[in-house]
């Protein structure tokens, strides 16, 4: 495959659009050399005719536009990881731009974003995602299949175990149970339900028989995110997805389906510091930003934050760089 082939799988962020935290662009994937990728995946597979142009299309922009907020520069004390972002070290993070569409081919867009996720994951970096609804979780996975087993950390109000929403398989109400079915994919654990959603008895009870640990809100509330960490087998390989509506509307206000009492910046913090501590983290995506709904950019702001959470803490754990 030739580099121009490559490059042709993303494209720079729109036009004036910053790149994340100014990190360098690289978009030849085929020479990408990086320990850390930020790679924008806009565009799910729409339910409806009207969908393709959903507001989460905008979330990657949005989210690289409120750089200067969630940090005020690399060499900044953040208190959150207890220093430097990377501590002084040898650690190249690069932002790869956003995986292209065809207006052609509907499909080609999750077929470039697998292929662009493979890339990143060969370079031997690690992806970080930017969606997006909640279906791109479902390209994203399937490029572990040579780098599996992969056990996934999901937060989320909803199950996402819809088996199809008006025929479409691979939508934003599928990515766990689509997840299911791979075979380089563990086990899950479904963290901060609450309220309804797309799910009916039949989801839940299917997600139960494949073995995911359903963690409801509430209990993470009341008893701690170690709760939801009692689910999670240590040394493991964790691929996190965070649906933005899964932390509480007024940590995470610009979504579609804002329920009340979902997890706190506090919870999911604490969740990736401890998968570090745990086990190793080969990627994470946070979906579901509604640029639109968004108050005050709170959303984008806490999508870099937890981002930068799991680089600071995976940085000091020695995981990332020589
Ligand atoms: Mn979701």
Redesign the pocket.
């Known amino acids: 495959m030739t580099s121009t082939t490559w490059a042709r799988l993303v494209e720079p962020p729109h036009a004036g659009g910053r790149t994340f935290l100014d990190w360098p662009l690289a978009i030849d994937l085929a020479r990408l050399e990086a320990d850390v990728a930020v790679l924008g995946i806009p565009f799910g597979v729409p339910y409806r005719s009207d969908q393709p142009t959903n507001d989460q299309i905008d979330a990657p922009e949005a989210v690289r536009a409120q750089s200067g907020q969630f940090s005020d520069g690399p060499d900044h004390h953040d208190f959150d990881v207890g220093g430097p972002l990377l501590d002084g070290r040898a650690v190249t993070c690069v932002d790869c731009g956003d995986v292209t569409d065809d207006v052609d081919d509907a499909s080609a867009h999750y077929r470039n974003a697998e292929r662009a996720v493979r890339a990143i994951l060969g370079a031997g970096a690690l992806p970080l995602v930017i969606g997006g609804?909640?279906g791109v979780?479902i390209p994203a996975l399937r490029a572990y299949r040579d780098h599996g087993p992969v056990f996934v950390v999901?937060v989320?109000?909803?199950l996402?175990w819809r088996d199809e929403v008006n025929g479409v398989r691979e939508g934003?109400?599928s990515?766990?149970r689509r997840a299911s079915e791979m075979p380089w994919v563990s086990g899950m654990v479904q963290i901060g339900m609450r309220g309804t959603?797309s799910a009916r008895q039949a989801e839940v009870d299917a997600a139960r028989a494949y073995g995911s640990a359903i963690v409801p809100a509430i209990d993470v509330l009341d008893g701690g995110i170690a709760v939801a960490l009692a689910h999670i087998p240590a040394g493991a390989r964790y691929y996190v997805?965070i649906?933005a509506?899964?932390l509480d509307p007024s940590v995470m206000p610009g979504v579609m389906a804002p329920v009340p009492g979902g997890l706190l910046f506090h919870h999911v913090r604490g969740l990736l510091h401890a998968l570090v501590a745990r086990g190793r983290v080969v990627g994470m995506d946070v979906?579901?930003i509604a640029p639109s709904r968004d108050v005050n950019g709170i959303s984008a702001i806490t999508a870099g934050r937890l981002l930068l959470n799991l680089v600071g803490a995976m940085v000091r754990a020695g995981q990332l760089g020589g």
Do not use: I, N, R
Request: hydrophobic content about 15%; proline content about 5%; cysteine-free.
């Open positions: 609804d909640h979780t999901h989320d109000a909803h996402d934003y109400s990515p766990l959603g997805t649906d509506d899964g979906v579901e």
